[in-house]
């Protein structure tokens, strides 16, 4: 299964001050995320962000969330348990790219519930956590064997370009360096 921008959509998890407080790779999640939205501005890949609980977990970083549409709030820990998410899954898109906090729990959930939909699931292992190594590791190894697709970053966007030749290509380059 490939990624093409204009069937795809992003979706940039609960990745929220309070919850990044506490990830040991908060960090290189943060800027891996906005590797992902600047590339989806770029190439006009439709883009979701969702935050779990504002009110008690805080926003999202103002350099993310500058880069995507304004933030869906929510209470269920899957994303399909919002009616706006679930407007955002259009039907023109085929695969959903997902990364945010946390893997064994929101994205676990929001990626069963897609794959249950018959859609194609990407999890950006570089760009999703959880505060426990076991957790993490647990709920990818679950998420791979339920169908959905491991991969990194850097493979997204140039996926998502598919040639040196695209018009885009030296500005995704500059992303990964």
């Known amino acids: 299964m490939r990624l093409h921008p204009s069937r795809t959509l992003l979706c940039v998890i609960d990745v929220q001050e309070r919850l990044l407080a506490a990830m040991p790779t908060a960090t290189v999640l943060v800027s891996r995320a906005m590797r992902l939205a600047q590339a989806a501005l770029l190439l006009n890949v439709k883009s979701v962000l969702t935050e779990q609980y504002p009110k008690g977990l805080g926003s999202t970083p ?7 549409p304004p933030a869906l709030a929510k209470m269920s820990f899957s ?28 994205i676990a959930q929001t990626a069963i519930d897609l794959l249950g939909r018959g859609l194609g699931v990407f999890i950006v292992v570089d760009a999703v956590a959880s505060r426990y190594a076991i957790d993490h590791e647990t709920a990818l190894q679950r998420l791979q064997s339920q169908g959905a697709i491991l991969t990194t970053s850097e493979a997204v966007l140039f996926e998502w370009c ?15 360096k």
């Open 162 to 176: 598919g040639s040196a030749e695209h018009q885009y290509f030296q500005a995704i380059r500059t992303l990964v």
């Open 62 to 68: 103002g350099m993310l969330a500058e880069k995507l």
């Open 79 to 106: 994303c399909c348990g919002s009616e706006e998410f679930n407007r955002s899954v259009d039907p023109t898109i085929e695969t959903v790219v997902l990364c945010g906090l946390e893997t064994h729990v929101c």
